[in-house]
Nanobody, 128 residues
Framework: QVQLVETGGGLVQTGGSLRLSCAAS????????MGWFRQAPGKERELVAA????????DYADSVKGRFTISRDNAKNTVYLQMNSLKVEDTAVYYC?????????????????????WGQGTQVTVSS
């Protein structure tokens, strides 16, 4: 069975940091591009960051550039999202997702229907 399990969410104060992890199983992790998405109540799900299969390319939402870093360890079947300088606006449920194909066109990683597998999410709450 394919599984993506997110961990590392929690409650932090503005300016704090969290590292999210997504552990994958049931598929060949290194063959999939990975993305982190988030969804706040009443808002649509949006891409936070994505990383290509080999980790050579990344994509970030403008709102998190310079603060968040996506990385992957294919030997551990895990993708990470390091979140620094957290803001109240970062409060959301964060999901990881897997897609068999890398992207080359601008905006490709931001299309939700591109992804084959999704985790159940982890809550990140940033308090002022």
């Amino acid at each position: 069975q394919v599984q993506l399990v997110e961990t590392g969410g929690g409650l932090v104060q503005t300016g704090g940091s969290l590292r999210l992890s997504c552990a994958a199983s049931g598929f060949t992790f290194s063959s999939y591009a990975m993305g982190w998405f988030r969804q706040a109540p009443g808002k649509e799900r949006e891409l936070v960051a994505a990383i290509s299969r080999r980790g050579s390319s990344t994509d970030y939402a403008d709102s998190v550039k310079g603060r968040f870093t996506i990385s992957r360890d294919n030997a551990k079947n895990t993708v990470y999202l390091q979140m620094n300088s957290l803001k109240v606006e970062d409060t959301a449920v964060y999901y990881c997702a897997a897609d068999l194909f890398d992207c080359s066109a601008y905006g490709c990683y931001r299309r939700l229907n591109k992804y084959d597998y999704w985790g159940q999410g982890t809550q990140v709450t940033v308090s002022s």
